[in-house]
Nanobody, 119 residues
Framework: QVQLVESGGGLVQPGGSLRLSCAAS????????MRWYRQAPGKEREFVAR????????SYADSVKGRFTISRDNTQNTVFLQMNRLKPEDTAVYYC????????????WGQGTQVTVSS
């Protein structure tokens, strides 16, 4: 079955870094666009970053541009989110999301990993 398993979250001080991973299984990872979203307490889930199926095209929310980097390893079926210069407002549960590169109703989500930025 389809699985997306996030890891790498934790508690970090402002200005610090974390690297999130999302390990995928149960589908052809190399043919899926991958995205990261986040949801802070009391707020709606919001888009963070996306990467196309072969990794050559990325885009970011304005709030993280220049600080976060999304990447993927199609040999390991894993997508990453490198987060630098973290701010308290980056505190949220981070989710990875997979959608196929062709038109489809398929839309897969992981269970999320908590990131807390606090001194």
């Amino acid at each position: 079955q389809v699985q997306l398993v996030e890891s790498g979250g934790g508690l970090v001080q402002p200005g610090g870094s974390l690297r999130l991973s999302c390990a995928a299984s149960g589908f052809t990872f190399s043919r899926y666009f991958m995205r990261w979203y986040r949801q802070a307490p009391g707020k709606e889930r919001e888009f963070v970053a996306r990467i196309n199926s072969f990794g050559g095209i990325t885009s970011y929310a304005d709030s993280v541009k220049g600080r976060f980097t999304i990447s993927r390893d199609n040999t390991q079926n894993t997508v990453f989110l490198q987060m630098n210069r973290l701010k308290p407002e980056d505190t949220a549960v981070y989710y990875c999301n997979a959608v196929p590169e062709w038109a489809s109703s398929a839309n897969y989500w992981g269970q999320g990993t908590q990131v807390t930025v606090s001194s």
